[in-house]
């Protein structure tokens, strides 16, 4: 899957799970802020990431993410990690 | 006890509703009227392995641009219809946001299974192996007193919050419940009522005693309370909400007063786990009238719990019998129509009887075409009987003996 691909599956997604403007979703912004997520939406997102991507997000790794493209970023490193393993 | 010159008068200031009858007071009191059946042959039931694939049936609500994201995810099916009845109760009575906000409006609900949630929420658990990816929706949705803690929540309710579990008399214990929180002045207003999911898992296990009818060629007809041909019961389920309010609160914010909980009683058959007796019934359905301070003569309706099993319509018609033996008040059965909504049956039937009051009628027992010998005793309403009324008897009874009577009274 390409990095492209894996981002429009994000955003898609995170559109769709919490109902959010496609418009607000931008690489800066952040994810907490735009998502307004609180710690049981943290649980549906690691839910969420699961069902699409087959693996599962620490909840400590959360600590570094702060913006939409720290979310990317981390998902693409986990998805190319699992394809090379 | 608190001394009867201390006692509120409690009533009846909204009601709501959303059943196998209608999503709504007016669809409700049509299909009352019209003695429609909202009973149906459910084929995904067949196949997952019911003796008997009758169920009463709702829609689930499209509650998208209703609730928002986080409250949906923790609501399960009996919640979004507890939600729905309570929608309606509150604008019937005319209470909005900001006079909840402004008060310590209470909750008591009853409920007594959440299966759906339970089982889907296990199985993912055993699928995945790693119990976060349940999400967090699941344990808010698996426990009994979910439907009080979402709405609760929803309705930013700062009053009494419980659920009542007493299988399928936990509706009209939750409202004699409230009426006792307000009679003794410790609440002026408590949003009182039933939910009962109807899916496929809810009630698999009650299908196992081999209670329920397989009528099944004939699914409007299946359900025939004190009939002497009938076979059993038929689940069903939805949400009934009633809203109770204390005489001088509703006098004071102007509130339409629909009706006066005028008594509630209450027993246990210290018995069988499932097994009816004449004695339990008998003992709640006194207590109520001598809580209400009238004689068994000024009863004009019972609304029966008969579910249409064998053994449970013939004690409820000997107990009925026994107390308003001289009267004969008229007794109809809406689970004849209805099926049986269990959890939420105490409350639906509050409702149910409270729109033939308000309305002039009483909805028939429809199905009943011969009585047996304790039925034959009864003054059941066969057709629907255009009658003003003022005070009627509503029945709930449930698994481990557990009775409860409540009486109500029109408002003049």
């Given at each position: ?44 997102l ?40 | ?12 200031t ?24 909202g ?10 392995g ?12 499209n509650l ?11 609501l ?37 299974s ?8 296990i ?6 192996k ?20 979402n ?14 579990s ?93 009706g ?36 068994a ?21 000997k ?39 308000q ?54």
């Amino acid at each position: 899957m390409t990095n492209e691909n894996i981002i429009l599956k994000i955003n898609e997604f995170l559109t769709d799970e919490f109902e959010v403007e496609a418009g607000s979703i931008t690489p800066e912004a952040n994810l907490k802020k735009t998502l307004d997520l609180d710690s049981l939406d943290y649980i549906d997102l690691v839910v969420v990431v699961e069902s699409n991507f087959g693996f599962k997000v620490k909840p400590e790794d959360f600590t570094h993410i702060v913006s939409f493209q720290d979310f990317y970023d981390y998902v693409i490193r986990r998805v190319d990690a699992k394809e090379l393993a | 006890m608190f001394p009867a010159s201390c006692m509120n008068r409690v009533v009846i200031t909204g009601l709501g509703i959303y059943s196998c009858l209608g999503k709504n007071l007016a669809e409700v009191k049509d299909s009352l009227y019209a003695g429609k059946s909202g009973i149906v042959f459910d084929p995904d039931r067949k196949e997952f392995g019911y003796r008997s694939a009758l169920t009463g049936m709702v829609d689930r609500p499209n509650l998208k641009g209703l609730l928002d994201r986080r409250a949906r995810v923790m609501l399960p099916e009996q919640g979004e219809y507890a939600y729905m009845a309570t929608l309606e109760a509150l604008a019937n009575a005319k209470m909005d946001q900001d006079y909840i906000d402004s008060k310590e409006v209470g909750i008591i609900y009853g409920n007594d299974s959440s299966a759906e949630a339970v089982i889907s929420g296990i199985d993912l658990m055993r699928e995945k192996k790693d119990n976060t990816l349940v999400g967090s929706g699941s344990v808010f949705q698996t426990m009994n007193s979910t439907v009080t803690m979402n709405l609760a929540t929803i309705f930013k309710l700062k009053g009494i919050n419980f659920t009542v579990s007493a299988a399928c008399a936990s509706g009209s214990h939750a409202i004699g419940l409230g009426y006792h929180f307000i009679k003794s002045g410790l609440q002026e207003c408590i949003i009182c009522g039933g939910a009962q999911e109807i899916n496929k898992f809810s009630m698999g296990n009650f299908d196992a005693l081999s209670a329920f009818s397989v009528r099944e060629a004939e699914p409007t007809k299946a359900s025939r309370p004190f009939d002497r041909d009938r076979d059993g019961l038929i689940p069903s389920g939805g949400a009934a909400t009633v809203i109770l309010e204390s005489l001088e609160s509703a006098l004071k914010r102007g509130a339409p007063i629909l009706g006066e909980v005028l008594g509630y009683g209450f027993s246990s058959n210290g018995a069988h786990i499932s097994n009816p007796t004449v004695d339990g019934p008998v003992r709640a359905l006194t207590m109520a009238l001598k809580d209400a301070g009238i004689a068994a003569d000024q009863v004009a309706y019972i609304n029966a719990h008969a579910t249409s099993t064998p053994a449970g319509d013939a004690s409820e018609a000997k107990a009925i019998d026994q107390v308003f033996g001289q009267s004969r008040p008229f007794v109809s059965s809406t689970k004849s129509m209805t099926g049986h909504e269990c959890w939420m049956a105490g409350a639906s039937e509050i409702v149910y009887s409270m729109l033939m009051m308000q309305h002039g009628f009483i909805a028939p027992n429809i199905n009943f075409e011969n009585p047996d010998e304790d039925s034959a005793k009864l003054n059941i309403a066969k057709t629907t009987i255009n009658k003003e009324f003022e005070i009627f008897l509503s029945n709930s009874f449930g698994f481990g003996g557990t009775n409860s009577s409540l009486i109500v009274k029109k408002w003049t």
